[in-house]
């Protein structure tokens, strides 16, 4: 048996392996990508101080998984017939309801609160305590979403008068839910990408250690997984069409993970208001500029929400 055979055999066995190979890894790496991390919903024991806090649980618009919730009704609102506003948190990737902005959200639900504004902080699929799901980076957290909104209107609240925060993933199911139901009224999108396959693409080779070519073979995997074709993922172009439906898109200006480059092109797309933050990592916004940020979000949703500028102000002096 002469080198040149052996090699020659090597060789050949390589190259018949190799395809085996490139979809054994991007199979793995798209269970990867669309298997969420769990994470305890509404770990921070401020939480314990909302003694009205409830938690509530709902089906997606279609579908049949359970998510869970957590419902603050406002001191004044439907569980005291009086108040009609409420907002709605939804959390990104590898988070849970209460810890949207990856640190804790309780400064600004209380804020909310203490305006008499109701809030709803929502588990996406296969996140905190909802069903095991994939996920589909927006696609279908959109029903998860509606699912919300139904709950919300079966509590009395009217469209319009419903608005919502999202973080990151959260804001493009957000953007997605709001073409397809009115009753959502205005959005904040906080550290959102603008289109899904230019930010992995970026993101691709620092997250999975693999060269770029293994991309496309990923995102079909991570279709035949969950059915839904990730490359089509785009809040920029959904913001587009949305139509009088106000927007304020907040980004930390060193976001390394979704470049605030995004958040300009959503910002545009939506004919909405743009605040860039100090911060070097993402969703840095509110851990930056803590006060800040709950004086911009809350008053962005009362005086959307319909409240009198006077009393804006009274009760953000109030949440401080």
């Known amino acids: 048996?002469?080198?040149?055979?052996?090699?020659?055999?090597?060789?050949?066995?390589?190259?018949?392996?190799?395809?085996?190979?490139y979809a054994a890894l991007?199979?793995?790496?798209?269970?990867?990508?669309?298997?969420?991390r769990r994470v305890p919903a509404l770990a921070d024991p401020a939480w314990s101080g909302f003694g009205?806090?409830?938690?509530?649980g709902f089906t997606p618009r279609h579908g049949r998984l359970l998510l869970a919730a957590s419902y603050l009704g406002a001191p004044d609102g439907p569980d005291g017939r009086g108040a009609r506003r409420a907002v709605l948190f939804v959390h990104g990737k590898d988070c849970s309801r209460g810890g949207e902005v990856r640190v804790s959200s309780?400064?600004?639900?209380?804020?909310?609160h203490q305006a008499g504004v109701a809030v709803l902080m929502l588990d996406l699929r296969g996140h905190g305590d909802s069903a095991a799901s994939r996920m589909t980076y927006g696609i279908d957290e959109?029903?998860?979403?509606l699912g919300a909104i139904d709950w919300l209107r079966r509590q009395g609240f009217s469209a319009g008068r419903i608005g919502v925060f999202a973080a990151s993933m959260g804001g493009a199911g957000v953007l997605r839910a709001a073409l397809r139901d009115a009753a959502i009224g205005p959005i904040v999108l906080d550290?959102?990408?603008a289109d899904f396959a230019a930010m992995i693409d970026g993101q691709f080779t620092a997250l999975t250690g693999l060269p770029r070519l293994f991309l496309p073979g990923a995102l079909a995997a991570s279709r035949w997984l969950t059915g839904a074709d990730l490359r089509h993922i785009r809040p920029e172009g959904d913001a587009l069409r949305l139509r009088g439906c106000p927007v304020l898109v907040i980004h930390a200006h060193g976001d390394p993970f979704v470049p605030v480059a995004h958040a300009r092109r959503l910002a545009v797309a939506a004919r909405g208001e743009l605040w860039v933050t100090p911060g070097e990592h993402h969703l840095a916004s509110f851990r930056e500029t803590p006060v800040r940020y709950v004086q911009r979000?809350?008053?962005?949703?009362?005086?959307?929400?319909?409240?009198?500028?006077?009393?804006?102000?009274?009760?953000?002096k109030e949440a401080a």
């Open 1 to 21: 048996m002469t080198t040149a055979w052996i090699w020659a055999s090597t060789s050949l066995a390589v190259l018949a392996a190799a395809p085996l190979l």
């Open 26 to 36: 991007c199979v793995a790496v798209a269970h990867r990508m669309t298997t969420p």
């Open 52 to 56: 009205a806090l409830r938690r509530v």
């Open 106 to 112: 309780e400064p600004l639900v209380r804020a909310l």
């Open 142 to 145: 959109a029903d998860d979403v």
């Open 191 to 193: 550290s959102t990408y």
């Open 297 to 316: 979000v809350a008053g962005f949703f009362e005086w959307h929400l319909g409240r009198p500028a006077g009393d804006v102000v009274t009760s953000l």
